[in-house]
């Protein structure tokens, strides 16, 4: 097992004729993803990388059953790539893109809300299950089949976060993206809830940043949840001076003043094993002994 | 994206909110005929136009001896001039522009008003929720983060229906808090109303009106004005793009965001170039574990051709404070070969006088390790973050 995607998981590429989509669908197809179909708004060609291009969400889904769709559409056409996708009931869909402006995502999340689909992303490299399933752009050359989960909310740390699991002389279940936004489609919550059910994963890695509070919801579900499997996590930005991003401003005035620190502590007292160092994550999970 | 407080005023007005009459003046005689335009018995506010806070409690620099702040009250015309020409092209240091304060290049002279009461309205975006919010004080002339910070009870805080006007309970709420009775319910929901409209047509992230004044009628207007836009949806609105004051922005930070680079400068030695926001806070993390600090972080997440790979590279080289600089790229969608080719052209363009650690890690690695080596820069290669950054700090010393 895994979660939300296996080597049975039909997929649909939305926008599959661009370059970067060329690029690396043809890396997923090669890396067993079971992609299934493509749309283009052109149309053309009829056949690309090996499945049929169809005009739209719709009609693809009418041709054929899809399970997930990934997409590779630009900023200001993400809304509308969601909006296809959620009206054809598509449960998984997975948005690469950076740069989607933020009043669009409050649209979107609008659109989910009491839909039957489910959005990671956007502005994440996708998630892969290593060998079965690779929706996104993650390097799969890095990744190996095993028992830990990765959820995080920092692109290309979670690379890190696959060496060092491999470091440790295991593998990874699943590794999921949310995505670096202020917000995104799917957050830490949902994740954990499938990571604990899943028969073939005994831990999880969490990679936070030190902006937002999603880690500090994240580790209320935590505290609350029955069947707890151990949760590694780590949390970047220390050295960061207070304020210096963006997105502390409506923190503070919404939340309250928390510092990186408060917000590690609230992860360990739900009884997460934090570390400080991303290297120190490989040990986290040696201690673990779940080999 | 931020804009000046003249310009935010007049988007402001175009949604219908009330604004005190004003104009924009660049010199001392311009903002006497300004204000005996808008009005010709006074008083007038005269206000520094700088994008920062805490103005009015700011002081000039070489002017210590009589500290007045950026926003003034002139009753006199006679005074007008000689105020105007304390500020313009001298520079203002408030609590929000840090030491070095910023060069005052235009003032706004705007018709006093008088009002019966004051308020703070704010608008931002809680990504928790995720809603719009609008926060409510009485606190006014205070930064809102010192008051959440310390007087939290002080801010209302209610997150809008994302497609419905405000609320009849929520009007409600902001009058029992603020103190005041339902006859000010109607003033309250109009204006309230098109700073939402404002906001959401206009991708704010950040509206802020310190203070709102009410007015004997009843009707609410606004007597400062700060506007944020969300820089990922300026492509819908060319017009805001063009407030943009080129002046108000680092030049460096400009620069990387014409590439589509997000940038930042501290106060360390070690120039940071990663894809990722993640990827560069643990970089700054484990370069201050040991004993270092960075001088800049360079994100060119996205970038995906050579040119803007070396424009970035070059941006980092063009900062003083760099003596050394790390290349830690975990290529995803980015392939590894792109920045390897990007590091050539700007080495060959503008040389290595400092010395580079690189980290290439995932997409085309190999590819990247052999176009660097077969160039035979003086390239120092590493195996991990932790790795990587010991050897630069090792060659940094050697440097000195």
Known sequence: MSVLADKHTRVLVQGITGVQASFHVKRSIDNGTNVVAGTSLQRTPNEYLGVPVFGNVAEAVKNMPIDASVMFVPAKAVKYAVREAVESEIKLI?????????????????????????????????????????????????????CIGIISRASTLTYEGVLEINEAGLGQSTVVGLGDDMIVGTDYRELMTLFMADDETKAVVMIGKADNVYEQMAAEHYAMMENKKPVVAFVAGESLPFGATMGYAEDIITHGLSTIQDKKKVMAQSGMIVVDRMSQIHEALADLQLK | MNIHEYQAKQILAQYGIIVPNGGIAYTAAEAKRVAQHISPRGPWMLKAQIQAGARHSGHFVGNST??????????????????????????????????????????YVEAYKQVKHLFYAGMIIDSSLPAITLLI???????????????????????LAYDKPIADEQIKQILDFLLLDKNYDEGFRDFLNKL????????????????????????????DAKINFDDNAMFRHPDILRMQDDYEEDPRCLQAQRHG????????????????????????????????????????????????????????????????????????????????????????????????????????????????????????????????????????????
Do not use: W
Not at chain 1, 117 to 132: A, F
Not at chain 2, 83 to 99: S, V
Not at chain 2, 209 to 219: Q, S
């Open chain 2, 66 to 107: 009589a500290p007045k702040g950026g926003i003034r009250l002139v009753t006199q015309i006679r005074n007008l001039s000689y105020e105007a020409a304390q500020m313009l092209n001298n520079t203002l240091i408030t609590e929000q522009t840090g030491p070095k304060g910023k060069l005052v290049s235009k003032v």
């Open chain 2, 137 to 159: 004080s009485d606190v006014i002339d205070q930064d809102i983060l010192k008051i959440a910070d310390i007087r939290r009870e002080r801010i209302l805080r209610l997150p």
């Open chain 2, 261 to 400: 680079f997000h940038y930042s400068e501290f106060d360390g030695n070690i120039g940071c170039i990663v894809n990722g926001d993640g990827l560069a806070l643990e970089a700054m993390d484990v370069i201050k574990s040991k004993g270092m600090r960075a001088a800049c972080a360079l994100n060119v997440k996205g970038g995906v051709d050579k040119d803007r790979i070396a424009s970035g590279i070059k941006l980092i080289m063009t900062n003083p404070r760099v003596e050394g600089v790390l290349i830690n790229i975990l290529g995803g969608f980015l392939r590894c070969n792109l920045v390897a080719d990007g590091i050539l052209a700007a080495t060959q363009e503008v040389g290595l006088n400092v010395p580079i650690v690189v980290r290439l890690e995932g997409t085309n690695k190999e590819e990247a390790r052999i176009i660097l080596q077969e160039a035979k820069l003086p390239i120092i290669f590493a195996d991990n973050t932790n790795d990587a950054i010991d050897k630069l700090i090792a060659e940094m010393e050697v440097n000195d």
């Open chain 1, 94 to 146: 997975v948005s690469i893109t950076q740069g989607v402006p933020v009043h669009d995502m409050l649209e979107i999340k609008a659109m989910l809300k009491g839909s039957k689909t489910m959005m990671i992303g956007p502005n994440t490299p996708g998630l892969i299950t290593p060998g079965e399933a690779r929706l996104g752009i993650f390097p799969e050359n890095i990744h190996r089949k095993g």
């Open chain 2, 196 to 223: 939402r409209i404002t906001f959401i047509n206009l991708d704010a992230q950040m509206i802020e009106i310190n203070p709102v004044g009410i007015m004997r009628n009843k009707k609410l207007i606004a007597l």
